[in-house]
């Protein structure tokens, strides 16, 4: 249990790093701006339509990556078995 939990802090710790390297930081008042569908002028006076409407887009993203890493583990299971 001990290397599980060790393995989540350093790949959230990773995630974390990358989303904040100066390559995507700069992206993310645009990345704001396209998911509400707001200037960032309007996303300042409704923070929670914001917040929402990240929350879905981050939940959109998290199940396309776990529907294709799901398919990626089912073929490599498929491929082995039939090797």
């Known amino acids: 249990?001990?290397?599980a939990s060790l393995g989540?802090?350093?790949s959230f710790t990773a995630g974390l790093l990358s989303f904040l390297s100066p390559c995507v930081l700069p992206l993310i008042p645009s990345y704001v701006s396209f998911i509400t569908g707001?200037?960032?002028d309007d996303v300042q006076r409704s923070?929670?339509?914001a917040f929402v409407h990240s929350l879905l887009f981050v939940a959109?993203?998290?199940l396309i990556f776990l529907a294709l890493g799901a398919t990626a583990t089912v073929l490599g299971r498929l491929l082995l078995q039939h090797r």
């Open 38 to 40: 707001l200037s960032l």
């Open 1 to 3: 249990m001990q290397a």
């Open 8 to 10: 989540l802090t350093i």
């Open 47 to 49: 923070r929670r339509i």
């Open 60 to 62: 959109g993203f998290t």
